[in-house]
């Protein structure tokens, strides 16, 4: 909660989104598995390499990719016990699968971090970044971590959207402006 209060005072550096995206990644996955040795997923990558280096907070995105992590394996952690409780799981053989890209068009950058977990339901995408709003057990979330994410993509000029198939995947993007 406080952290939704303060505002940071990190300065903006030309930062390599694409390492840091790549960083983060690892170390989110490798928090979890240190965490839940029994969870898997495949970690894809495809980024942009034209980008070279954008004016970021670094922590500040870093945050904000951290949660977008934490959250994909938390959904493809779901999944995965559900399916593997049913007959489902020996059929379709499911593989959890991260996929992280970035891209620039024009004078933005465009980062996705995309996930074949449960999905989000319809119903309720409209009030994922809010404060407060979860869909996990409690103790499990405090419902704060895409409404930060969203003030701070905010901050730094950008956008953050979702789009997401029921019991499918969902995709995050983060515009953020290139200068």
Same mark, same amino acid.
């Not at 057990?137 to 895409?146: N, S």
């Given at each position: 909660?406080?952290?939704?209060?303060? #505002? *940071?005072?990190?300065?903006?550096?030309? #930062?390599?989104?694409?390492?840091?995206?790549?960083?983060?990644?690892?170390?989110?996955?490798?928090?979890?598995?240190?965490?839940?040795?029994?969870? !898997?997923?495949?970690?894809?990558?495809?980024?942009?390499? *034209?980008? @070279?280096?954008?004016?970021?907070?670094?922590?500040?995105?870093?945050?904000?990719?951290? !949660?977008?992590? !934490?959250?994909?394996?938390?959904?493809?952690?779901?999944?995965?016990?559900?399916? *593997?409780?049913?007959?489902?799981?020996?059929?379709?053989?499911?593989?959890?699968?991260?996929?992280?890209?970035?891209?620039?068009?024009?004078?933005?950058?465009?980062?996705?971090?995309?996930? !074949?977990?449960? @999905?989000?339901?319809?119903?309720?995408?409209?009030?994922?970044?809010?404060?407060?709003?979860?869909?996990?057990?409690? @103790?499990?979330? #405090?419902?704060?971590?895409?409404?930060?994410?969203?003030?701070?993509?905010?901050?730094?000029?950008?956008?953050?959207?979702?789009?997401?198939?029921? @019991?499918?995947?969902?995709?995050?993007?983060?515009?953020?402006?290139?200068?």
């Amino acid at each position: 909660m406080l952290q939704h209060s303060q #505002t *940071s005072t990190a300065r903006k550096e030309p #930062t390599d989104i694409n390492k840091l995206a790549d960083e983060y990644l690892r170390m989110a996955y490798h928090g979890l598995r240190a965490k839940d040795k029994s969870f !898997n997923t495949t970690l894809k990558t495809d980024f942009d390499d *034209s980008i @070279g280096n954008i004016n970021i907070i670094p922590q500040d995105i870093g945050r904000v990719l951290l !949660n977008l992590y !934490n959250n994909a394996f938390y959904a493809e952690s779901q999944k995965q016990k559900a399916e *593997s409780s049913t007959l489902k799981a020996q059929s379709n053989g499911y593989e959890p699968t991260i996929t992280v890209s970035t891209k620039k068009v024009g004078d933005k950058v465009f980062l996705s971090v995309k996930d !074949n977990g449960n @999905g989000i339901p319809q119903k309720i995408v409209a009030k994922i970044f809010q404060p407060f709003f979860t869909t996990k057990p409690t @103790g499990q979330g #405090t419902g704060l971590g895409l409404s930060l994410s969203y003030d701070i993509v905010k901050a730094h000029g950008g956008e953050i959207k979702v789009e997401s198939k029921e @019991g499918e995947e969902t995709e995050f993007t983060i515009q953020l402006p290139v200068v």
